[in-house]
């Protein structure tokens, strides 16, 4: 079956815009994760969603970054007045049942952003 | 506060080595480990999971090995070739969390 999906697969954006990035998770899994990895580092974790809600969101920097999962499935990245630092590829991740268990997470390609 | 560490940072070695690469971690209840394989620019790919319970998880050339009481993972790859050149990432998902922690990878280049 597909994996995770995510779009665009690069963005390239001007200082100050906002933007949304996408992840479609396999199908079928209820939790989805979202993770930032900066050049030269790894993927650090942001957010996670049980089914519609964020389950734990203490990985988002700061208030300019929100993600929404309004049906339980796809799940949408958005940042705002996007600053030069966010520059990073965001990578997505879902599993079948999420947390206190030994779920499995599998990532999806990542979306290249960067904010000149 | 669970933390990964990967040695070396980066690997250079000619065509046709066994290597091995290192990942430590600090907090031994952990409900399984990934290695990752990340080529420039690319996503994930998973390469092997070692779930708690297990010590060794084999698939073709790789071979991880875990070793939990002493927080340790290895990451064994027989007779390098050029295309096993990449970053590899270990990550560990600590009992009682869902989240991920990564360490900083290791960049192997496999000279033809």
């Known amino acids: 079956g597909a994996g995770v999906s995510q779009t665009p697969s690069n963005k390239v954006t001007e200082k100050g815009k906002y933007v949304e990035l996408r992840c479609d998770p396999i199908s079928g899994h209820t939790a989805l994760y979202w993770y930032r990895q900066s050049l030269g580092q790894g993927p650090e974790f942001l957010i996670y969603f049980q089914g519609t809600g964020a389950a734990d969101d203490s990985g988002l920097p700061n208030d300019r970054f929100f993600a929404v999962r309004p049906e339980g499935s796809v799940s949408t990245l958005k940042i705002q007045r996007t600053e030069r630092g966010d520059s990073a590829v965001y990578l997505c991740?879902?599993?079948?049942?999420?947390?206190?268990?030994?779920?499995?997470?599998?990532f999806g390609p990542g979306t290249r952003l960067t904010v000149l | 506060k669970q933390e990964v560490t990967q040695i070396p940072a980066a690997l250079s070695v000619p065509e046709g080595e066994n290597l091995v690469l290192n990942c430590s971690f600090t907090?031994?209840?952990?409900?399984?480990l990934q290695w990752f394989r990340q080529d420039p620019g690319k996503g994930l790919t998973s390469l092997l999971l070692i779930q708690s319970s297990q010590r060794e998880q084999t698939s073709g050339r790789l071979n991880a090995s875990l070793d939990k009481s002493s927080g340790r993972s290895t990451l064994y790859i027989a007779a390098s070739q050029p295309g096993d050149s990449a970053t590899y990432l270990c990550a560990v998902l600590t009992s009682g969390t869902y989240k991920y922690i990564f360490g900083t990878g290791t960049r192997l280049k496999v000279l033809a």
């Open positions: 907090d031994s209840a952990i409900y399984n």
């Open positions: 991740a879902s599993s079948l049942t999420g947390a206190g268990t030994r779920d499995e997470q599998f």
